[in-house]
Antibody, heavy 118, light 108 residues
């Protein structure tokens, strides 16, 4: 069974940093693109970033470029999102998702809440 | 990056059918047969219901079906059941990595 478990969310002050983790199991993690998708309170889904199988390609939504870094450790079956210079607009539940290709996500974690507030 | 356009709400009575639309452009929905639909219950993670316009992942009831015409994709839920009440989001491969704004489906 595919499992994705996010961790690392919490309350952070504006301008602060946070690192999210996603532990994957039940599938060949190193063979798949992996993505982060977020959802602000009461809002819709927003794609944030993704990375290819070996981490050599990384793509970001414009609003997080230069502030967020996606990475992965295939030896640990883990996906990460380093988030710097956080603002209130980054407050959201962050999901990691397995990308089955063509911008389609067949497995999602339960999400981790990031709240940016003073 | 513009989101795909979905109606904010849809509704139907148990046993009825309801269709939710997702309108994009020739650069996304109209240009590729890679439209997906997700179901999200409150407080839960999204669940893939339809991929590649009309394919269902294992375990998704055949009451859920997808189609596309031009720049508009559609999700049809037949034989509505109480548990179908949820938010539904579309996505499409294309120039922008965006989702639809979401549609709240209410079962009356």
């Amino acid at each position: 069974e595919v499992q994705l478990v996010e961790s690392g969310g919490g309350l952070v002050q504006p301008g602060g940093s946070l690192r999210l983790s996603c532990a994957a199991s039940g599938f060949a993690f190193s063979r798949d693109w992996m993505d982060w998708v977020r959802q602000a309170p009461g809002k819709g889904l927003e794609w944030v970033a993704n990375t290819n199988q070996d981490g050599s390609e990384r793509y970001y939504v414009d609003s997080v470029k230069g502030r967020f870094t996606i990475s992965r450790d295939n030896a640990k079956n883990s996906l990460y999102l380093q988030m710097n210079s956080l603002s209130a607009e980054d407050t959201a539940v962050y999901y990691c998702a397995r990308n089955r290709g063509w911008f389609s996500f067949d497995s999602w974690g339960q999400g981790t809440l990031v709240t940016v507030s003073s | 990056q513009s989101a795909l356009t979905q109606p904010p709400s849809a509704s139907g009575s148990p046993g009825q059918s309801v269709t939710i639309s997702c309108t994009g452009t020739s650069s996304d929905v109209g240009g590729y047969n890679y439209v997906s639909w997700y179901q999200q219950h409150p407080g839960k993670a999204p669940k893939l219901m339809i991929y590649e316009v009309s394919k269902r992942p294992s375990g998704v009831p055949d009451r859920f079906s997808g189609s596309k015409s031009g720049n508009t994709a559609s999700l049809t839920v037949s034989g509505l059941q109480a548990e179908d009440e949820a938010f539904y989001y579309c996505s499409s491969y294309g120039g922008s990595r965006v989702f639809g704004g979401g549609t709240k489906l209410t079962v009356l």
